[in-house]
Each structure stands twice: as structure tokens, then as C-alpha cells.
């Protein structure tokens, strides 16, 4: 290993501490071989539902040197977002606590955008692109091969000090950097997440079918909700926290010092009766920055009142 891929290496991890990222992991730019087989047996089964994108750009998903031409390293982070205090349930519907705040796409590539230019000072000139959940990267995928966390049985990934409540990002770059080894699983026997899930969405261990999922249903999907999610959607109106909410790993989750993740007056102090009553002047005005703008005004309102049949 070539010392100055090692010195980029401790330079990049302290700058992602820096810049407020909790983990920060290195992988070797390449073809995911182990991920072919099982994406293209995910995309047969449909377990994707309408997400149609998800069948498009197939290798540039499984290999970023297609993506970032000359790319080499794939710089994996996370960023933590489990909030100080959950919006009450009692009386009200639910939302995923990742949507609580403004939208973490844009919130994580300013920063990433920042800690790139920091970089460019120290090391000199580099090519990348940095991505956060927006284009066809297999995050998931390099974040466990970098050391980040492993995969869970309910498909997220989990680390040993704080659990899964947090967004995966990357920068693929043209730099040689030392990689870091992948994690091992700490699972174990537990299946909380399985037998948690009300829609059996966990269709075996690690395997989703999206379209059984309340996060599709509520999110992704642009048509009517199926009848077979009456009385089993636990009054999620925008995603779904399930599944992460019962695995014993993630009492290890710390409150995020992110002040744009925190929820609006309204997100705090609103309860069922005000969403049924939402109009789209409201919606507009209290989702402006946020990720529930993806459902759009007509998909809440969907989703609220197929919660109130």
C-alpha cells in the first residue's frame, strides 16, 4: 500500500468526523459480483412493485467505474438522523422519523460538497461524484463492504454503536485509498424484525418484497393502496419505522445534532383530526423542504384517508 493512499485515507475519515458524518468506510472501486444474482432474482420476483427504475441502468448499479469514469475508491458514510424526541403517537398518524425534518438529500450533499472542497485544498485536484440515495448506487452494499455495519435481516444496515437510524452516502472518486474490510453479522437468532412486520414484507431473512412494504404503499406507490393492507398499515401515513423500531440494536441510537432534521410546530403538534382536515396550502407550507413533498399533496391525502376507512 502506497503511503500517500494511506495518509488520504486518515485525512478523509477525519474530515467526515468533521463534518458531522458518524461513520465513514473505504472500498475498492469495482464490479459487485456477489450483488448481481441476487438483484437480478429481486427484479424477477417483482418485489420491486412499480418501481420500475429500479430495473435501469443494471451495471451501472452493480459497477461505479460505469458511473464515475476512472473512479477507484468508493467513500461510504452515514449520517446519523434518529431524532431527541418521537412525535406522539397517541391520537395520531404516524411518520417515518427520517422525514421529520428537511429533506436529507440535499442537507447531506451541501455538506458533502463542503468536505470535498476541504479535501481538494489538502490533497490537490481529484475527480468524484458524490451521491446521497439519487442515483443507481448500490449504497447499501458498499457501505457493508466497507466496514460501515452488516446487512440485517430486515434488509437495513445495522452497526454494532448506533444502530440503523441513519442515511448512507458516497463520494466515488478517482483516489487510491486503503480499503477497509467488511464487518461481521450480529444478528444472531433474532427475528423481532420478521415477526414485527404486520404486512410480511420480510418474505425471508434480508429479503423485502417492496410491494408488500407500508413504505412502498405510502411513498412509492402511485396508484390506489390494495385492500390487503386494510387494518394492517398500524396508522403509518408516510413510510414506516417497524421494523427498526424493534431490533434490540438500535437502543444503541444516539439523537442526531442535525438542527434542519428537527420537526416543524406542525409535525410536533398536530393529531389526527387536523390531518384529516389538511389542505393543500397547508401541505405546501409544512412539507416545503421536506421528503413527504415526494407523495405530493394527493398521496397523503391518499394514504390518510385509507388509514380513516
Known amino acids: 500500500m502506497n503511503t500517500s493512499a ?4 486518515v485525512l478523509i475519515k477525519a474530515k467526515a468526523k468533521k463534518f458531522g458524518f458518524q461513520n465513514c468506510g473505504i472500498s475498492k472501486a469495482g464490479f459487485l459480483e456477489e450483488d448481481a444474482k441476487p438483484l437480478e432474482n429481486w427484479l424477477k420476483q417483482n418485489y420491486h412493485g412499480e418501481m420500475s427504475y429500479m430495473e435501469n441502468y443494471f451495471d451501472k448499479r452493480l459497477d461505479p467505474t460505469l458511473l464515475v469514469e476512472g473512479s477507484k475508491s468508493v467513500i461510504s458514510l452515514s449520517y446519523n438522523y434518529f431524532p431527541e424526541d418521537q412525535i406522539s403517537s397517541l391520537e395520531n398518524f404516524k411518520i417515518s422519523k427520517y422525514a421529520y425534518g428537511q429533506d436529507y ?8 460538497g463542503e468536505m470535498v472542497a476541504e479535501l481538494k485544498e489538502e490533497i490537490g485536484d481529484f475527480h468524484c461524484r458524490v451521491f446521497v440515495d439519487s442515483a443507481p448506487v448500490l449504497e447499501r452494499s458498499w457501505a457493508k463492504k466497507s466496514g460501515i455495519g452488516w446487512v440485517g435481516k430486515n434488509a437495513n444496515l445495522i452497526t454494532k454503536q448506533s444502530g440503523s437510524f441513519y442515511f448512507l452516502a458516497e463520494i466515488i472518486s478517482d483516489l487510491e485509498l486503503q480499503e477497509d474490510l467488511p464487518t461481521t453479522d450480529h444478528c444472531g437468532t433474532c427475528t423481532k424484525c420478521i415477526e414485527a412486520c404486520p404486512t410480511d414484507a420480510i418474505v425471508s431473512e434480508k429479503i423485502i418484497d417492496g410491494s408488500k412494504c407500508i413504505s412502498y404503499a405510502t411513498i412509492e406507490l402511485k396508484n390506489e393502496i390494495p385492500e390487503s393492507f386494510k387494518n394492517k398499515m398500524e396508522d403509518w401515513m408516510f413510510g414506516c419505522d417497524i421494523c427498526q423500531d424493534v431490533c434490540p440494536w438500535n437502543r444503541f441510537s444516539a439523537p442526531h445534532q442535525q438542527e434542519k432534521f428537527k420537526p416543524n ?5 398536530s393529531q389526527k383530526e387536523d390531518w384529516k382536515e389538511l389542505s393543500q396550502e397547508l401541505f405546501s407550507e409544512i412539507f416545503r423542504k421536506s421528503p413527504v413533498k415526494r407523495t405530493k399533496f394527493a398521496g397523503l391525502k391518499r394514504n390518510i384517508d385509507f388509514l380513516g376507512k
Open 6 to 9: 494511506e495518509k488520504y485515507s
Open 105 to 112: 438529500h440535499q442537507i447531506i450533499k451541501e455538506i458533502l
Open 265 to 269: 410546530h406542525f409535525l410536533k403538534n
